[in-house]
């Protein structure tokens, strides 16, 4: 018997993961996963099931594959190819035989047990499991923590494991996006207001004790203030209301609709709340809901990308994998 080197730490970088390609059949193995998650969808789960299959599945496909189209590239679904990119040039920079560094999706591929056993056979002796999503949600990173745990059960021996449940306010994720900001301002001038976009969630998740919506008024709060912006010149919304249940508000479309009627015709928009651009964003926020805005009477909408595979994203990730619990 050989003994196992000591001192070696797996990272593995998760986000949410997307279809494996845009075409309908494969959005609807991906929507059949993601909604089959309890974590995602609360409902008794005979009741979701019906609801699921003879209601969601044979129509939201199509239309979610539409959406998915307007954004692929050669390279595959952004969200894929930044979340990779990332990994690869964190990886590039400070990866070596004491620090393996990787990325998993929680649904679609590249699975997160293949990776969780990828760096099981590399003899790591602990595992940070950084999930990109800056505020903790339970149907988000609570989904995470699940396959970690449920995978764990098989293991005879488990390395230490550290799991980053949010960063919503870690100074240097604060410093990250507002720089980006910054960054966009001095190119393209300051809009009057910026409007920040977070995903939303049912509302009675908050009611049940998900923290979400306290960490995206937290996360909100801070980036206004690290900005100098005045309360007047900026406005937190949700995004992405999914089915009829009351979901986190105010809804963004809703405010988009109502800011050219209190003569806000020009603003900058930002989704802090994801770490890379994705459907949610590049369909959702830069396409369909600046039309949403334009045709209200708004005049100008300036999307500010995700910080994606950006040198301060890197460097972001690599202080919460030192400072972050
Ligand atoms: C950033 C955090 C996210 C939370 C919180 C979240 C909750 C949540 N989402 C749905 C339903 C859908 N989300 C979809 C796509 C999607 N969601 C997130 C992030 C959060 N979701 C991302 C990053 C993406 C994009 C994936 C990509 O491939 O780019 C979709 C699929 C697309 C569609 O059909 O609209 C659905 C459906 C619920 C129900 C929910 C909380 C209960
Ligand atoms: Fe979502
Ligand atoms: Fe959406």
Redesign the pocket.
């Known amino acids: 018997m050989s003994e196992t080197p000591a001192g070696k730490t797996g990272v593995l970088l998760v986000?949410?993961?997307?279809?494996a390609s845009p075409k309908t059949g494969d959005v609807r193995r991906f929507?059949r996963e993601?909604?089959g998650d309890p974590r995602?969808?609360n409902l008794p789960r005979p009741l979701w099931w019906l609801i699921l299959n003879l209601f969601v599945l044979p129509f939201?496909p199509r239309?979610?594959a539409h959406?998915?189209q307007s954004i692929w590239t050669e390279q595959g679904?952004?969200?894929i190819v930044f979340s990779q990119r990332l990994t690869e040039k964190l990886k590039a920079r400070y990866g070596g035989p004491s620090l393996a560094i990787d990325c998993a999706m929680r649904y679609g591929a590249p699975t997160l047990r293949d990776k969780l056993r990828e760096l099981k056979k590399q003899g790591v002796d602990e595992i940070v499991v950084l999930p990109l999503?800056p505020q903790y949600?339970s149907?988000?990173t609570a989904s995470i923590f699940d396959i970690v745990a449920d995978e764990f059960i098989h293991w005879r021996h488990m390395p230490g494991l550290r799991f980053i449940s949010d960063f919503h306010r870690h100074p240097a994720y604060i410093a990250a996006v507002a720089d980006s900001v910054r960054r966009h301002w001095q190119q393209h001038g300051q809009a009057e207001m910026l409007v920040m976009s977070f995903?939303g969630?049912?509302a009675k998740?908050t009611e049940w004790g998900d923290p979400?919506y306290y960490q995206c008024q937290a996360s909100a709060r801070l980036l206004a203030e690290q900005l100098g912006l005045a309360d007047a010149q900026w406005k937190l919304v949700f995004q992405?209301r999914?089915?009829r249940a009351e979901w986190l508000k105010p809804y963004c479309v809703e405010v988009l609709q109502e800011l050219p009627r209190q003569a806000i015709k020009n603003i900058d928009v930002i989704c802090p709340?994801?770490s890379v651009d994705?459907?949610?964003t590049l369909e959702e926020i830069a396409l369909a809901n600046r039309e949403v805005f334009l045709e209200a009477g708004g005049e100008s909408y300036r999307y500010i990308p995700c910080l994606n595979d950006s040198d301060a994203h890197v460097e972001l990730m690599l202080e919460l994998i030192r400072t972050a619990r």
């Open positions: 986000n949410l993961g997307s279809p929507l993601f909604l995602v969808v939201r239309k979610s959406a998915y679904s952004p969200l999503y949600s149907t988000t995903h969630l049912p998740l979400y992405s999914f089915g709340g994801f994705c459907l949610e």
